[in-house]
């Protein structure tokens, strides 16, 4: 009786929500510098994945991830799913014109965005979201241009930029509705909260969502309507049970909370089948946490399943933890890319970011990753540059003692996040005004460290980690 009530509850709420269109945009990027790091609009592809199941009709416009946002040269560049993007050189926003480099939009061209908004059916409702705080001049070029080119739509904005800098979003992006946050895992009524929105949006009333679960357990994110995918972006948990100052993991995320190991070797096993994807990025918080429950199933059955996949972490993940059962089970299961959060040397400052690693660990970390078979220049460790009150020396030294590990130094300049335990420091350190401009958090102008002296500095500091990194290189060779 119950499965007969269940079925005529959804064909009603179907046939209610048929031809309701909604369309997602995946805005441009302005930057500095961008580059295609295993990057997928995976939020936006969650959402779109419950409101397929749902019943509404969805589509994507990812300025992104379309074959047009790439260049012939680039599609030839690319490699295990990254790769550069297709740019356009555009003035630079007046607050940032003293930075003596080139802007850009990455993406595809105002033109082709303007193209396939029209190509789609006139939707009902619009959802846009946002990466990094400092590309909002990306999310309000797309706004505007689908104001112009589908007047009188209804749009709501959230994802990183939304979530951190609400108000700003409020007060300039043009958008009707400014969400913040996760809109999927809000202790189990995220679907309710999505259900919300779309009503604001409409402006009626629409039937309960069935799925009341946090969808990222078993509904896969709907990479299959972009319109094209070499790579597929992962989660085995989300949030992170540290609170490092810097990050606004916990903001954005909630609470940590993990995937059954099996369900994200099913979901590998789909893509890998239906869509014949090899490679795969995860974007855990957290993924070497709580790994003899996770991380080392999930490997293992990776293995028993003999999937021929390669597998990137461009998240800095935890060194704590790893030992050789870990170590040679990533290496033989295909993980090709490594990165790991270590920050700095400086013992201090080690304890000050959260106590997640020292020193006698990374080199044991590093120790078991070579036994496994990894090679140096697989491994990169994040290094933060620019800290308030960190000195120079530090930097160096830390730059020094990771190539003395005989692994790659990757430098991080830190940006300040809004909403972190550190933004306090960081307004009084820097001379810019971080609170009110949040092209200011932008990694490349180094915001606390942005005079003559720390630009050359930095850019000698990074010469010195690329020569680290050659070295390695040759050293295969
Ligand atoms: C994966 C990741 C990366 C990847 C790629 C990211 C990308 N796609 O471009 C890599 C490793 C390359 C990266 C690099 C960096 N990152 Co990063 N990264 C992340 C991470 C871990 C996850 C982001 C993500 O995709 N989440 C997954 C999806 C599911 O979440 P979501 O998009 O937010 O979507 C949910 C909601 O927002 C909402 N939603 C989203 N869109 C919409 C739309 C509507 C309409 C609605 C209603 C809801 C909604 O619903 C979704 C589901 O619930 C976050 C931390 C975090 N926990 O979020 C940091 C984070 C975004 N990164 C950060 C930083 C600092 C960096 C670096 C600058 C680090 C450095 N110093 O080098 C670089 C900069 C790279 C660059 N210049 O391009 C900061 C943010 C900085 C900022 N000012 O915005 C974060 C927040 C981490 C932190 N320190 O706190 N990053
Ligand atoms: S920096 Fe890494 S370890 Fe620290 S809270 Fe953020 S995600 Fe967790």
Redesign the pocket.
Known sequence: MAQVENRVYRLSKEHMRANTFILLVSPW?H?F???D????????L??ASVLREEGFDVEIVDCLNDPAARTTEDTARRRYGRGPYRKEEIPKPPVLSWVPRRYSRYGITPDQFRKRLRGARRPDAI????????WYPGVFESINIIRETLPGIPI?????????CPDHARAYSGADVV?E?????RNNK?SIF?KE?LATLLGRDIPAFRSRHPSFQIQYPAFDILPSIDQVTL?TSR??PYSCV????RV??GDFRERDPFSVVDEIEYWNNRYGIRDFSF?D?ALMVNAERRLVPMLKEILRRNLECRFHC??GMHLRGMNQTIAGLMYRSGFKTLRFGFETSRPQRQEIMGGKISNQEAEAAVEHLKWAGFRGEEIGF?L?CGLPGQERKEMEDTVEYVASLGVRPVI????P?PR?ALWPDALASSPLDLAGE?LY?N??IFPLLHGEEDRKFLQYLKQKARQYDSRLRSRKA
């Open positions: 990027i930057d510098a961008a580059f790091y295993w990057a997928k609009p995976l939020g936006l969650h959402i959802l846009v979201t946002s990466g990094m705080t400092y709501a904005l959230g994802g990183i930029y939304a979530t951190l969400v946050g996760d809109v999927l895992d995220s999505l929105i989660f949030g992170c810097y990050c606004a993991s954005l995320d974007y918080d461009p998240n994040y933060l991080a300049e830190y940006s996040v972190t949040p958090h990694n490349s």
